[in-house]
């Protein structure tokens, strides 16, 4: 079995930009079971202070 991190999470982590390929994923809390793989909720996810995020996205854009 392949264990994979949930993607939808990783897009909103700090650490989106960061090698997560040496985490123990196969440790993690199972989201599904898709096909032979794992999808896994990581325990190392950090989201992202949206609100400051979108006020930087709106000075830029003016």
């Avoid at 123990?24 to 793989?37: L, Y």
């Amino acid at each position: 079995m392949t264990h994979y991190p949930k993607g939808g999470r990783c897009r909103h982590c700090t650490k989106l930009h960061d090698n997560c390929s040496g985490l123990p994923f196969e440790t993690m809390p199972v989201h599904r079971h898709d096909g032979a793989d794992v999808v896994v909720i990581c325990t190392e996810y950090q989201q992202i202070n949206r609100n400051a995020t979108m006020k930087a996205d709106r000075r830029r854009r003016a």
